[in-house]
């Protein structure tokens, strides 16, 4: 039954995720009363999940300010170095394309690139963290049925018939944001046709804490460092393949992968049930609506070529929770819309560019055209061999350049409140 009056909080964040998790934990320990709405239910375990994340320099600082990191750097792969090869025989294979040696020195010089880290550990790290933080008010397993805002605040329905009033609504509820849709916020993309396939492997050649993909006609097929030198295998697959190879027997993919990269790569054992996800691209029009904001995949899907996509959103929140301790300094309303269109520059265009950098890398490269073949040569040859170039290219990719909000240069959490 519907409760007579609707439970108040400040922020009301919409999605449990890794993202929503994370953002809720900064903000209630910066003193924001947050609730917390999540489909899942936090007693049951999580689904299995072959895949693991890259998390770059900036993202992990972002970790550690909620309290995160710190708890997974002993189960996380430093990253050190990335490479692209090209594999379908008309290219050299390329060097180092940059490496932890390309970032300047001082006072961050000891950080890798950044982390490795399986998206299992990575979802339980978040949600021990989220369950710690008493100030968290949770709703789960809740999903939102309606949202509508007025001049007094936001006015939220789950679909258990509760009601929530909050000045700020955060939509960190994934590609299929019910948020940013009950926003009216549209959405443009398109399909790949692709989908990847992930799996953890062992590995028989040591991976030296470098991230490597070789490019092929149907797709690029990666192996990322992980703990005792394992791998996590990520193979780009024109979608029905990619699908069809994930209903294989661990022992049958391990033929394939052997068979078709073991050149490549070196001898694999794969040690757990592969998954496909198939592939594709979706950018919000807006990151803001009336009292609404959102982060992470309900802003956008990319193409994981880079690893780029967990990385953006932490990216987003570390720039929403400046902007929110910014407006509650001043005495504004957490909604107020001339800071939120602030949140909104901040972030958008790096979105966008990431999501079309990385689409135009993969049609580029994944393909064994004659006329691509020189331009192919020299983006691989530029990109290892130029210093300037390595080092801009390791600086945007590992999140470590100055003009980012103040967790991703790793300021301390307290300096927002100062």
């Known amino acids: 039954m519907p409760t007579t009056q609707p439970i108040r909080s400040q922020i009301l964040i919409v999605g449990g995720g890794s993202s929503g998790g994370v953002l809720a934990v900064l903000l209630s320990e910066l003193g924001f009363e947050v609730a917390l709405v999540d489909t899942r239910d936090p007693e049951l375990p999580f689904l299995p999940d072959s895949r693991a994340f ?37 290219l050299p294979p390329a060097s180092s394309m940059f490496g932890v040696e390309d970032l300047p020195a001082g006072a961050h010089e000891n950080e890798p690139l950044g982390y490795m880290i399986e998206v299992d550990l ?11 933080c008493s100030a968290i008010t949770v709703y789960a397993p809740e999903t939102v049925s309606d949202l509508k805002t007025d001049e007094t605040g936001a006015h939220v329905t789950l679909q258990s018939g509760k009601e929530l009033h909050a000045e700020l609504v955060i939509g960190a509820d994934g590609v299929g944001s019910a948020i940013r849709e009950l926003s009216g916020i549209k959405t443009l993309g398109w399909s790949y ?36 030198n394992r791998g996590n295998l990520a193979w780009f697959r024109r ?6 190879t994930a209903k294989l027997s661990q022992s049958e993919l391990e033929a394939e992968i052997n068979h078709r990269f073991g050149d490549l790569a070196g001898p694999m054992k794969v040690m757990r049930d592969p998954l496909a996800y198939p592939l594709r691209l979706r950018l919000a029009e ?3 609506a009336p009292r609404v904001a959102l982060v992470g995949d309900a802003v956008r899907r990319v193409n994981p070529l880079a690893g780029q996509g967990f990385n953006l959103g ?11 301790c910014q407006s509650r300094a001043a005495g504004l309303s957490l909604a107020d819309g001339a800071q939120l269109e602030s949140y909104q520059r901040w972030r ?3 979105g ?14 994944s393909n064994s055209s004659a006329l691509l073949s020189p331009f192919k040569r020299l983006a691989l040859t530029v990109g290892s061999a130029v210093t300037p170039l390595r080092q801009k290219l390791a600086r945007q990719a590992s999140a470590d350049q100055p003009d980012l909000p103040a967790l991703v240069r790793g300021e301390p959490l307290d300096t927002l409140v100062s």
């Open 352 to 365: 966008v560019a990431t999501a079309l950098a990385m689409d135009g890398i993969n049609r580029a490269f």
């Open 286 to 288: 807006k990151l803001i």
């Open 314 to 324: 932490l990216k987003d929140i570390a720039a929403l929770v400046e902007i929110l």
């Open 193 to 228: 046709q692709q989908a990847v396939v992930a799996a953890t492997v062992q590995l028989d050649w040591p991976h030296h804490g470098a991230a490597r993909q070789w490019f092929q006609d149907e797709g690029p097929f990666a192996i990322l460092p992980l703990t005792e």
């Open 54 to 90: 890259a998390i770059v320099r900036g993202g992990w600082r972002v970790l550690d300010a909620a309290g995160v990191g710190q708890r997974l750097v002993n189960q996380a792969e430093p990253l050190l170095s990335m490479e692209a090869h090209d594999a379908n025989g008309m």
């Open 239 to 244: 979608e029905a393949a990619g699908i069809a």
């Open 122 to 132: 990575l979802n339980q790290a978040i949600r021990d963290r989220v369950k710690e």
């Open 348 to 350: 958008r265009f790096d």
